[in-house]
Nanobody
């Protein structure tokens, strides 16, 4: 069982940066792939970034590639999402998610979710 708590969201202007944090419970954190998803009003939840536990590789959605960076600190049970050059279209609730799968794909492969943190980017 794992519990996730996100923080770090807020209201910023376009071009600004934010760092989201996700605190995870559980003693086997290093054995979970950790991902960020987001959901804008009226839209489906979409993948943002993932850090695979199996080979420590990362993967990003095309819409955030080059602007966002996912990282993790296994000693602190934390995963982060550094978001630079934010755009109004990045406005959404951002969710942290965890999976024991080596290469989980899609929201249905993540059994553990946080409550989300709101990111609003004004133009």
């Amino acid at each position: 069982q794992m519990q996730l708590v996100e923080s770090g969201g807020g209201l910023v202007q376009a071009g600004a940066s934010l760092r989201l944090s996700c605190a995870a419970s559980g003693r086997t954190f290093s054995g979970y792939s950790m991902a960020w998803f987001r959901q804008a009003p009226g839209k489906e939840r979409e993948f943002v970034a993932v850090f695979y536990w199996s080979d420590t590789s990362t993967y990003y959605a095309d819409s955030v590639k080059g602007r966002f960076t996912i990282s993790r600190d296994n000693a602190k049970n934390m995963v982060y999402l550094q978001m630079n050059n934010l755009k109004p279209e990045d406005t959404a609730v951002y969710f942290c998610a965890a999976s024991r799968s080596r290469y989980p794909s899609g929201p249905t492969n993540y059994p553990y979710w946080g409550q989300g943190t709101q990111v609003t980017v004004s133009s």
